[in-house]
């Protein structure tokens, strides 16, 4: 089960989690912080919060909490337990990217939750300040409205000045794209 799928079952009924972070919207690291789904080694490191190397239970409870999504301590080692390979009893960077390799259906479902959870409105479109909040949460503090303007530039194909789910999915794959070329 990977963590968008958890995600998705364990919303909290508070509709303004805590979302945040952001680079330089021209650079592949900005792709990177941008999506949940892609640029795992990204957000490993962001789970790893003590940066030892590997995850426990508590850490991936206080990264899925700032998100807004509370699990028991028994439901964080049971996902612990399903991808820690190794029987450690943490998640290291081979597992973590192992638990979120995903087959296409999968990843559209996975990109449509995220979508789903970064749009806090619930307009469907994400807005400079909703990406901003991502950026945040993902560890970029210094992210500003106007470096989320232009990374929504670069993916606007309406130029409404907000990123559709469409336009959302488009910037997911072709982030993937990149990150798996190494470009």
């Not at 206080?62 to 998640?91: C, H, N, P, R």
């Not at 990217?97 to 979508?115: C, G, P, R």
């Not at 994400?126 to 106007?146: A, M, N, R, V």
Request: proline share 2%; glycine share 10%.
């Amino acid at each position: 089960m990977g963590f968008l799928s958890f995600l998705s079952k364990k919303k909290k009924t508070d509709k303004t989690p805590s979302i945040s972070g952001g680079e330089n919207p021209s650079s592949r690291a900005a792709l990177s912080s941008v999506t949940v789904a892609v640029g795992f080694e990204e957000v490993y490191k962001k789970f790893d919060a003590d940066g030892d190397g590997k995850i426990s239970y508590l850490e991936l409870g206080s990264i899925l909490s700032s998100l807004g999504y509370e699990a028991t301590a028994e439901e964080l080692q049971v996902m612990v337990k399903e991808v820690d390979s190794d029987g450690d009893g943490f998640i290291d960077l081979n597992e973590f990217l192992e638990l979120n390799k995903i087959d296409s259906e999968k990843q559209v479902q996975d990109i449509e939750d995220a979508f789903a959870i970064v749009d806090t409105s619930g307009d469907g479109f994400i807005s400079p300040s909703e990406l901003q909040k991502l950026l945040k949460t993902l560890g970029d503090e210094s992210s500003s409205i106007s470096d989320c303007k232009n990374i929504i530039h670069n993916f606007d194909c309406d130029g409404d000045g907000l990123i559709s789910l469409e336009e959302f999915k488009k910037m997911m794959f072709q982030g993937s794209t990149i990150l798996q070329s190494g470009n």
